[in-house]
């Protein structure tokens, strides 16, 4: 494995974690070993922050479960929110650059979505994916004829297909093509996420800590994605899931199960809890 820059803190007050294919399994469950993992971080003074590609509406559902008392973080960093929804920050898309996304999307062959506002933009109801986001974010899509104004107001552009190489191809291409106006990254094989520059998850920690008012080393991370390497830089500690690439697991300090096997909790029992201020030099 690669040594990040940095050795792992020996201190942590958060943890910001990562939701799809982190705190959730594969069929969007949130275990009871993950909940009581939760239990774990507010018994030992460690908060817990939920950071995800999804729009903030599509975390309510663990909000309470999680009993999230400090941010929830959507579109990888696009909106910051309260736990109740109010908007703390928000970084929307240059309508320019949306617009260019959507085009490059369009031209190779994926299927594009907008998010703007509260509403998922689709084209193409039956297209690839769009069932499944619907069971993850659990609100159905607005079907529109085209994207229009609402480009003007996209806090987020996905690019869908099941063809992951040519999902991978157009990253590439758009991290060249929108580079310093747009943040790209794939969250999932099947999923590449265009951003505001800001709207990526290493500036999203960076958020956290100024409304913890902790330093970013004291601040604890795990996720599975491309899009989770940029919080592994700015975190105290990376822990990677075992279902990430080996490219993200290179990134991280350590590696912990997958999300079908309580991997977060793993990470929680194993690196997060001893390491609580209250518990320092214990282990």
């Not at 030992?44 to 559902?61: D, F, V």
């Amino acid at each position: 494995m690669t040594v990040p820059l940095r050795p792992p803190s020996r201190r942590i007050s958060a943890v910001l974690s990562d939701v799809d294919g982190t705190l959730v399994t594969t069929d969007k469950v949130l275990t009871p070993r993950a909940r009581a993992a939760a239990a774990a971080l507010r018994a030992n003074g460690i908060a817990l922050a939920i950071i995800s590609a999804r729009p903030p509406r599509g975390l309510t559902m663990l909000i309470e479960p999680l009993a999230i008392e400090t941010l929830v973080i959507g579109f990888n960093g696009g909106m910051v929110v309260t736990p109740a929804l109010t908007p703390i920050e928000e970084h929307l898309i240059d309508p320019v650059v949306a617009r260019r996304a959507v085009e490059l999307i369009t031209a190779r062959g994926a299927q594009p979505w907008v998010f703007s506002g509260q509403e998922w933009l689709v084209l193409d109801p039956k297209g690839p994916y769009v069932d499944h986001e619907e069971y993850t974010v659990q609100f159905p899509p607005t079907v529109v004829t085209e994207f229009g104004r609402r480009l003007d107001s996209a806090a987020k552009i996905v690019g869908v297909s099941g063809d992951f190489e040519l999902l991978a191809e157009i990253e590439r291409e758009g991290r060249t093509l929108l580079a310093g106006a747009a943040s790209v990254a794939r969250s999932q094989l099947y999923y590449l996420d265009v951003t505001h520059p800001l709207a990526n998850k290493g500036h999203a920690l960076l958020s956290l800590a100024k409304h913890l008012a902790v330093p970013p080393e004291e601040i604890a991370t795990i996720g599975d994605g491309s899009n989770d390497v940029a919080m592994f830089a700015q975190s105290g500690l990376g822990v990677a899931m075992g279902n990430a690439s080996e490219e993200v697991k290179a990134q991280a300090h350590f590696v912990t199960g997958s999300n079908q096997e309580d991997g977060f909790a793993k990470a929680v029992e194993l690196f997060f809890i001893s390491r609580a201020p209250a518990n320092e030099g214990t282990s």
